[in-house]
C-alpha cells in the first residue's frame, strides 16, 4: 500500500540557518503530496502542496519540489525562525480520500 | 469560516466510563476524518465519513469505539467503555472532495486514568 517515510526528528537548529526535512512517498501512480505543520496545541494545517510532478508548493518561505524520479517531496526553508518550531508532516493522497502522513518530524529553532 | 470545531478541548475521564467526542465540520465539505495522535502511533485515521455515510472504519481500533454522523454538521466519536490506552489526541477534519486538502480542528485531548 502507499506509504510516506520522512526523517525522524527532532531537529534542532540556530536561528536564520538552512533548514531540510527529506520525505519520500510509494505509491502506485502519482498521489498529491502535501506539508502539513502543526504547532504545539494545536491541530494540522496545510503548509504547501503539489499536485503533479516537477511542480514546486511554497509558502511562508517553505518550498518543496514533487520529484517524480526519486519519488521524493522534500521541504526546505533557507533561514528559519524561532516560530517556525512545530512538527512537520508529509503526507501523499492518491485517486481516493485516504490521505497517508508520515510520522512527522519535530522541529526546534534556538534563538 | 469558522474552522472544525471540536468539542471538548480536554477531557479526564475514569476508566470504564464513557466517552462522547464531537465534531462540527465545515459548511460544505462532505468529507469528514477522525484521526488519533499518539506519540507511539503517530496520527491514525480511525474512519471518514461522505455525505454522512461511513466510508471506511478500518482503523477503528475495536468495538469500543464507535463514530456517528446524523447530519451534515455533526458528528460523533464514543469510546464505551474508555481505557488508559485510549488517551491520545483525537482529530476531526473535513475535505471539500477527493485530492484537497482537509482542514483539521484544533483537537480533543483524552486523559484516560
Known amino acids: 500500500g502507499d506509504s510516506v517515510t520522512q526523517m525522524e526528528g527532532p531537529v534542532t537548529l540556530s536561528e536564520e540557518a538552512f533548514l531540510t526535512i527529506n520525505c519520500t512517498y510509494t505509491a502506485t501512480g502519482y498521489p498529491s503530496l502535501f506539508w502539513y505543520v502543526q504547532y504545539p496545541g494545536e491541530g494540522l494545517q496545510l503548509l504547501l502542496k503539489a499536485t503533479k510532478a516537477d511542480d514546486k508548493g511554497s509558502n511562508k518561505g517553505f518550498e518543496a519540489t514533487y520529484r517524480k524520479e526519486t519519488t521524493s517531496f522534500h521541504l526546505e526553508k533557507g533561514s528559519v525562525q524561532v516560530s517556525d518550531s512545530a512538527v512537520y508532516f508529509c503526507?501523499?493522497?492518491?485517486?481516493?480520500?485516504?490521505?497517508?502522513f508520515g510520522a512527522g518530524t519535530r522541529l526546534f529553532v534556538k534563538a | 469560516d469558522a474552522g472544525v470545531i471540536q468539542s471538548p478541548r480536554h477531557e479526564v475521564t475514569e476508566m470504564g466510563q464513557e466517552v462522547t467526542l464531537r465534531c462540527k465540520p465545515i459548511s460544505g465539505h462532505d468529507y469528514l476524518f477522525w484521526y488519533r495522535q499518539t506519540m507511539m502511533r503517530g496520527l491514525e485515521l480511525l474512519i471518514y465519513?461522505?455525505?454522512?455515510?461511513?466510508?471506511?472504519d478500518s482503523g477503528m481500533p475495536e468495538d469500543r469505539f464507535s463514530a456517528k454522523m446524523p447530519n451534515a454538521s455533526f458528528s460523533t466519536l464514543k469510546i464505551q467503555p474508555s481505557e488508559p490506552r485510549d488517551s491520545a489526541v483525537y482529530f476531526c477534519?473535513?475535505?471539500?472532495?477527493?485530492?484537497?486538502?482537509?482542514?483539521f480542528g484544533e483537537g480533543s485531548w483524552l486523559t484516560v486514568v
Open positions: 503526507a501523499s493522497l492518491r485517486g481516493g480520500f485516504k490521505t497517508i
Open positions: 477534519a473535513a475535505g471539500p472532495g477527493a485530492g484537497n486538502t482537509i482542514y
Open positions: 465519513f461522505n455525505n454522512n455515510v461511513p466510508i471506511d
